[in-house]
């Protein structure tokens, strides 16, 4: 039986989604506890991945088991309760759903979405899940570049060294700064998401608000496509997953 979850976690006691051989890992928690719950080794596949640091809202997990070996779990509700007290309480899983054997967490998302927190505030309540900064920059002529991402598509100026990416392409449908409470909030969609890309996107916006760069200097660092001709990628514990798309769901 096939089976896709959604589930949210705090990405700061994990290096990251992607299960690892030595490290803590959000994947490698939540396999541990299906395993242990189910009565039968689990292995889960994401919608995607995300650095140490990293945060979800929403992040769409499949994965398949046999209910005849699970011995007293119910339905799927019954699986959710169990799990959730399984697990640590930087994850939490809400909504699962039998899909069919073919589905794939993955390769069925048509897009994406993240939000990335900045505060220039100081307060002492976003310290830990949002980017402090020192200054704040101009935030409308941060939006005048990231209104570009919307007309590029190749995105190799923000791919991570060393990624194994097949392609660079990417169809970003939203970019957008907007003001939520103290914080300043970067809102992104796309079709696909390189390694370390909204991060590196979000520095390099701020590079271009502070002044440093022009949107046009932006724009022909942009069209280089090389990431050591953009800026320094903002910190981990400001970036969330927030939503994943599924055309048939």
């Given amino acids: ?6 589930m949210a976690f705090d990405g700061a006691p ?6 690892q051989p030595s490290d803590r890992t959000v994947q490698g928690d939540l396999e541990l506890a299906l395993t242990k719950l189910l009565n039968q080794p689990v292995s889960t596949v994401g919608a995607g991945r995300t650095d140490t640091g990293v945060h979800a ?18 339905d799927l509700n019954h699986l959710i309760h169990r799990l959730n007290r399984f697990l640590d309480p930087a994850i939490r899983v809400y909504d699962a759903v039998e899909v069919a054997a073919d589905w794939h967490a993955r ?34 002529i941060m939006n005048e570049a990231a209104n570009l991402l919307l007309e590029q598509q190749d995105f190799a100026s923000f791919c991570k060294k060393g990624s194994d990416n097949k392609t660079t392409l990417c169809v970003v449908t939203k970019a957008q700064w907007v003001k939520q409470g103290d914080l300043w909030v ?38 280089q496509k090389n990431r050591g001709a953009m800026g320094t990628s903002a910190p981990a514990q400001g970036l969330y997953l927030t939503k994943v798309t599924y055309k048939n769901l």
């Fill in 186 to 223: 970067f809102h992104i969609s796309a079709d696909r998401f390189l390694r370390n890309m909204v991060r590196a996107i979000v520095g390099s916006l701020y590079e271009v608000g502070l002044g440093k760069w022009s949107v046009e200097e932006f724009k022909n660092r942009l069209l």
């Fill in 1 to 6: 039986m096939r089976t896709l979850l959604r």
């Fill in 107 to 140: 390769f069925d998302a048509t897009s994406r979405s993240y939000e990335y927190y900045m505060c220039d505030n100081g307060s002492p309540f976003h310290r830990k899940n949002a980017w402090m900064v020192e200054k704040m920059p101009n935030v409308d």
């Fill in 14 to 19: 994990f290096c990251g989604w992607q299960v």
């Fill in 57 to 74: 809202k929403e992040m769409v997990v499949h994965f398949d088991w046999s209910p005849k070996l699970a011995g007293s779990i119910k």
